[in-house]
């Protein structure tokens, strides 16, 4: 899979020691409510549509783009559903990274689902109820978008302080 230019001008710097980097991903909705989910060849895994936010890049307008750029699905976003941090990734080239994930709930507009890019083995569309397989944080950034009405949901780790 390529990575963005300016991830690989960075990395030629940092090696691959851990970077912290935004993503985002899109939870898109046809008009049979069902979910569009991309089979990723680093992986072999089903999961959301995701990608890495390019520098000055709104994070609505990266949901859109990474939509179209894997699968041909034009989409609009509707609702910011949830903010976490991703836990570190191994890759096996040995780069390092942890993400400040923004899942959007998004809309399909139009295009056919196919397999548009490197990333993905298989793309397709599934029933709520009849997802495949997919990994905790996946699944959760789905059940997230789906249950959402506003505002969107966010993880805490510690709890508050008193004031």
């Known amino acids: 899979m ?22 985002v991903s ?10 569009l989910l991309g089979r990723r ?6 999961s959301v549509i995701s990608g890495i936010i390019d520098p000055g890049e709104q994070p609505a307008d990266a949901a859109v783009r990474e939509c179209l750029e894997e699968t ?3 989409v609009e976003p509707e609702l910011l559903t949830s903010v976490t941090v991703s ?10 990274a942890q993400y400040l994930e923004l899942t959007f709930r998004c809309r399909r507009v139009s295009g056919e689902a196919r397999v548009n890019d490197d990333e993905s083995l298989e793309v ?5 109820g009849a997802l495949p397989e997919l990994d905790d944080s996946a699944r959760t950034r789905v059940e997230r978008a789906l249950t959402c009405t506003g505002p969107a949901s966010f993880d805490l780790a510690t709890p508050a302080r008193a004031r």
Request: hydrophobic share 45%.
């Open 41 to 46: 060849t680093d992986t072999g895994r089903w």
């Open 26 to 35: 899109a939870v898109v909705l046809d008009e049979q409510g069902r979910v």
């Open 2 to 23: 390529a990575i963005p230019e300016f991830l690989a001008d960075l990395r030629a710097i940092v090696g691959t020691r851990p970077l912290w980097l935004s993503g």
């Open 72 to 74: 041909g699905v034009v």
């Open 124 to 128: 397709g569309w599934f029933a709520p």
């Open 87 to 96: 836990p570190m990734l191994d890759y096996p080239n040995g780069d390092r």
